[in-house]
């Protein structure tokens, strides 16, 4: 029985990876140089959602990581100072950027 509840906790969970639709190419952390900063992260908002945008938005904001967040995805809430997270809508377009 424990066998049983174990495999389906996986099945679940495997079904939750893929939720919410494959965002754009997140490009590389190594990139960056630390701590996020929010200053003129406003300009890219409307733009669209691409690898090339969430580098420049890497760039810009001086974060080590990118996450992408599409409408309906589920996003952990812990804080880390050296993330940027993007939100789009379903035309890929940009709707914030936002340190944590």
Known sequence: ???????LMALCLAGCAGAGGQGPDTPPAASAEGPCRHD???GFVGQKASADTGAALLKASG???????GPGMAMTMDF?????TISYDDAMVITSARCG
């Open 80 to 84: 880390r100072p050296d993330r940027l």
């Open 40 to 42: 003129g992260l406003d």
């Open 63 to 69: 974060a080590k990581m990118l996450r992408w967040g």
């Open 1 to 7: 029985m424990r066998m049983m509840a174990t495999g």
